[in-house]
């Protein structure tokens, strides 16, 4: 809690210190991530289907994703120790998606698999552009209880910082976040796939991180640029969040933290493949504040996660590590 309050201003300047080097070497970020795990079903094509169309792909690949899975593993390849919650089904899928978080040294001692649902599965078609569309059947993901939030709540207390989004039963994210704030870790919630949310139940502390899409629902401002973007963060604000980061794509993210709005643009590639993008962006964010940088420095931090995620396809294996991070800055 101390180390988010500093990352984001909230200190007063006769209690806010500066940690040391030496310190924060030795924290090694914790997180938990709070959330879904999919098995990715992705096909190539040139260009989307309209309705009623058939057109052939060019490939097909399976990868492991699901928005929680990909943060835990984007957190975990930025150098946090990460635990992931959920839920997957006794099925070859789910047993694929454990032994991928494992080898990526993600804890998954609190995965649940569900006896009576399958995995959750997400069927993602990729044009050339890079752009994609995306079909999930959330399978055991919308099993998850608040019975099995109760069951790890005890561990939020020696977590940094808790990661949550909205691919498992909305009512259990709320829950959570009420719970967390007992135990103190600050949370960021990043409200995906865009759907109505309570976000008025997030604390001083905590931080929405929405697309331009999700945004607008939340706000009821159609966000087409920056101004508009800047009236749905303050529209945001109203309701209660302080700290709001909007992200959009290619333009990068726009910044609201009670203080200031500011704009952050993105660095320019070439896109490969947009997947798991608004995810890198969260894992990037989320480091990056325990990491004691402040909120714009870690928004730049999270658009360079976000920038290198689309140079390749698939969504965990286009997330990149902490060396090709700093690589990619020099």
Do not use: W
């Not at 399978?139 to 709540?153: E, L, Q, T, Y």
């Amino acid at each position: 809690n101390r180390l988010f309050k500093i990352a984001t201003g909230q200190d007063s300047k006769t209690t806010r210190i500066k940690l040391r080097r030496e310190e924060m070497l030795s924290h090694r970020p914790k997180i938990m991530v709070i959330g879904s795990m999919n098995m990715d079903l992705v096909i190539r094509t040139s260009r989307m289907p309209l309705p009623g169309e058939n057109v052939f792909g060019k490939g097909f690949k399976m990868f492991p994703g699901g928005k929680g899975a990909n943060q835990a593993v984007g957190a975990a390849r930025l150098g946090a120790e990460v635990t992931m919650f959920g839920r997957v089904g006794k099925d070859i899928f789910g047993e694929r998606l454990l032994k991928n978080l494992r080898e990526k040294k993600v804890n998954t001692n609190y995965v649940e698999k569900d006896e009576n649902e399958a995995t959750g599965i997400a069927f993602i078609c990729v044009d050339d552009t890079g752009e994609n569309s995306i079909i999930a059947v959330s399978g055991a993901n919308m099993r998850c209880s608040k019975n099995d939030i109760d069951r790890v709540k005890s561990l939020f207390s020696r977590m940094d910082l808790l990661i949550l989004q909205l691919e498992i039963p909305p009512d259990v994210v709320s829950y959570a976040i009420e719970i967390s704030h007992g135990y103190h870790p600050p949370v960021i919630l990043n409200p995906a796939p865009a759907k109505e949310f309570k976000i008025e139940l997030l604390d001083s502390n905590d931080i929405l991180t929405p697309n331009r899409y999700e945004a607008g629902l939340l706000s009821g401002v159609k966000i087409k640029d920056l101004s508009s973007a800047k009236l749905a963060a303050q529209g945001l604000q109203d309701r209660g969040v302080k700290a709001v980061v909007i992200t959009m794509g290619e333009r990068g993210a726009l910044l609201a933290d009670g203080k200031e709005t500011s704009y952050v643009p993105a660095r320019s590639v070439k896109p490969e493949d947009t997947t798991a993008a608004g995810d890198a962006f969260t894992a990037g964010l989320a480091v990056a504040l325990i990491e004691d940088k402040e909120l714009g420095e870690a928004v730049h931090f999270a658009n360079d996660v976000a920038a290198l995620s689309v140079t390749k396809p698939g969504a965990q294996v286009s997330l990149p590590t902490r060396k090709e991070v700093e690589e990619f800055n020099r």
